[in-house]
DNA sequence: GCAAGGTC
């Protein structure tokens, strides 16, 4: 009898897509008790030495199969302090609900020579990777296991990765079991104490949790942040000098260098030296050709910020939508990092497929007569998954609202994506006025290319300027003095939380539109819609009690010298940091876990002691006079 | 009743 070997996907549809190509496209599907998503696909591959000709079983998991929490007579809120859930046992079980996909692996493993992990090369995948090991093993000791390399589901990529298994990254799966137990006991014991704390403080906390996690504060912190420096922010005033001149029927305006200064006398001094110049001379002319950079494949973290910018709908929402066109098989894997395509994808063939749609059909068909670019690469990839792109079109009749938007924006990006930049003659001209330099600015659009089709982007000719030479002088028809005053900052939107986020190694892209869900569903922040229409925009503003939590955290470590407060970013960053460490193989786990928990407890212990300046700051704003 | 990370 052949020898068979186990192979193991994160998901589904990997599961599929790899045994489609392994097996030529024939193979036996059974489903999986106990699970409707999980299916075991049989078939037979040739993996050349030592391996040879073998039968398969491919499978999945769905995700993580293991969670970890504490001991059961640790898991009450009052069964010991909060504080000693630092040091409180846990242990790591299978969740119920996936208790019939780890058996299904256990007894796959029971006939099987060897074990492929196919789980995505990321480091949660590598952690995955071990969860699957251990129920293969628990199995089947003896079965040797192996990890498929492979960064996308193209063919040739899937059958190298058969032949040339390589080793789970032992590190890799270790930074995460650090990060798993940190978040546990990090989370749960700030959450317990402030909940149980702050709960006595007003009625209205009475049935809350209030939670802490090192991701939800950083985001809460960046909303409070920026509603304090628009509460806080003082009007001034600013004074600038604006020069126009009418020529051939236009007239252009010229823009100061020195944009605006806070002194009205020295703005006129310097505008009354200009007045008896009398003439301007022209200093430069320059005519150069101007692009506009069609834009790069597309993330996670992008759709997430041009799906609230331009499609109305939160970033869980979009993702959402995303997520049900993915499983409906419209568009690829919506959560990636990757901002560039592999060279094995056929794009040309991608772009074939929009040929039947009324709107951007026409615009496919002449890419591929002749105007298809290669897209631009950015410097991401998460070795794991492709850019988000359309994978088949679909008749928009076939979707409900919010997924037509979201498909239409996925296929256009894709298509602009593999589109020339767009390409006008943009004019400067610089004066000088007195002692004062001014320019003014022309643009025109000569070739629109990628904007046909990518209508989120707006690029426009601006008024044309008249002629002007260098060296030539004029009489300036107005040279005035302007006053404004510098504008406070909007609240914060969720494309700019996102970026935030993101900028700050919050969260990760799957989890991003989760953490803000999570903010709000605690009552820590609102949803303000502003404006109307097309200028409608959302904006997050803490409640009382989200300020509260962030006025009180930031009181408690004011005067300590190396405290960071909970709802600013570093904590998390260093434990990000950490995690690299072990990656790298520079430090263990359990260094990793002492350090990290030695840094919060003490933390925690401060907010233990000083526990009244989060009650003060909560009564403040909570409790009525 | 707590976290964050996978995925459905």
Sequence with gaps: MARKILCVAEKPAIARAVATHMSGGSFQTHSVRGNQYVKNYEFEFNFGAPWGSCSVTMTSVIGHLTGLDFERQYRGWQSCPPGALFEAPVKEEVDEK????????????????????????????????????????????????????????????????????????????????????????????????????????????????????????????????????????????????????????????????????????????????????????????????????????????????????????????????????????????PRTETDQFDKAIDLKKLVEKQYPDGRWGQYARELLDGKFRTPRSGRHNDQAHPPIHPVSW????????????????????????????????????????????????????????????????????????????????????????????????????????????????????????????KIKEREYVVVNERGSGRSKVSELIPTKLGTALVEGYDNVVADLPNSISLSKPFLRKEMELRMLEICAGSKTRQEVVQQSLDMYREVFIHTQRRIAMLKTACRKYLVPE
């Design 98 to 333: 996936k208790m019939p996909i780890a058996e299904n692996i256990r007894n796959q493993a029971r006939y099987s020579k060897a074990l492929f992990i196919w789980t995505d090369c990321d480091r949660e995948g590598e952690h995955i990777g071990t969860e699957v090991r251990t129920q293969a093993m628990s199995g089947n000791a003896r079965i040797e296991v192996r990890r498929a390399k492979f960064s996308n589901t193209e063919r040739a990529h899937v059958l190298r990765a058969a032949r040339e298994p390589i080793t789970l990254d032992e590190f890799q799966a270790n930074a995460v079991a650090a990060r798993i137990e940190l978040d546990l006991r990090i989370g749960a014991a700030f959450t317990r104490l402030q909940t149980l704390q702050l709960q006595q403080v007003a009625e209205i906390l009475k049935e809350k949790v209030i939670s802490y996690g090192s991701c939800q504060f950083p985001t809460l912190g960046f909303v409070v942040d920026r509603y304090l420096r628009v509460q806080n922010f003082k009007p001034e005033t600013f004074w600038g000098i604006k020069v126009m001149l009418q020529r051939e029927g236009i007239k252009v305006n010229f823009l100061w260098r020195r944009v605006h200064l806070f002194d009205r006398a020295a703005v006129t001094m310097m505008l009354e030296r200009c007045l008896s110049a009398k003439q301007a001379k022209v200093t430069k002319v320059n005519q150069k050709p101007k692009s506009k950079w069609r834009p790069l494949p597309l993330t996670t973290v992008d759709l997430q910020m041009m799906g609230s910018r331009y499609l109305r709908m939160d970033s869980q929402k979009v993702m959402k939508v995303a997520e049900a066109l993915y499983t409906k098989g419209f568009i690829s894997y």
């Design 394 to 517: 679909v008749n928009p009749s076939q979707l409900n609202s919010d997924e037509k938007k979201v498909y239409e924006f996925v296929a256009r990006r894709f298509l602009a994506c593999c589109s020339e930049d767009a390409k006008g003659q943009g004019t400067d001209i610089e004066i000088q006025y007195g002692e004062e330099m001014f320019h003014a600015s022309g643009l025109i659009v000569l070739e629109r290319n990628y904007l046909d089709v990518y209508v989120y982007d707006k690029w426009e000719s601006s008024q044309n300027l008249p002629n002007f030479e260098k060296g030539e002088r004029f009489e300036p028809t107005e040279a005035n003095i302007f006053e404004g005053k510098t504008t406070a900052p909007g609240y914060l939107t969720e494309p700019e939380l996102i970026g935030l986020m993101d900028a700050n190694g919050i969260g990760t892209d799957a989890t991003m539109a989760e953490h803000i869900a």
